[in-house]
């Protein structure tokens, strides 16, 4: 069974910094998309950063600049580096897993959140002004 659990979140006021996890059990594929999403209170949910297991990653535009994704050498946990946090990034944060999408030669991360299976419960992060 796949697991993922997220911690790190927290209250911060703006300018400041969190780092979120994700630690990840039970994927067995040799290739991976990891990701991060969000979701505000009456709002869709929304991708934030993933990583490939190729290392390539990929940004919102929102947060391009802002925040990092990574993973450790395991591969067994994801991290967001959060980094100069605004009030509209307040949102309950998920990270999401899956195997990649393939095209012309090359494996990429899916940026629908209906397009992954796994999923953690979230953690919160509340950014004040």
């Known amino acids: 069974q796949v697991q993922l659990v997220e911690s790190g979140g927290g209250s911060v006021q703006s300018g400041g910094s969190l780092r979120l996890s994700c630690a990840a059990s039970g994927y067995t594929y040799s290739r991976y998309c990891m990701a991060w999403f969000r979701q505000a209170p009456g709002k869709e949910r929304e991708g934030v950063a993933a990583i490939a297991s190729d290392g390539s990653t990929s940004y919102a535009d929102s947060v391009k600049g802002r925040f990092t994704i990574s993973q450790d050498n395991a591969k067994n946990t994801l991290s967001l580096q959060m980094n100069s946090l605004k009030p509209q990034d307040t949102a309950m944060y998920y990270c999401?897993?899956?195997?990649?999408?393939?095209?012309?030669?090359?494996?990429?991360?899916?940026?629908?959140?209906?397009?992954?299976?796994?999923w953690g419960q979230g953690t919160q992060v509340t950014v004040s002004s």
């Open positions: 999401a897993v899956r195997p990649p999408l393939y095209y012309s030669g090359r494996y990429s991360c899916p940026k629908d959140p209906a397009d992954f299976r796994y």
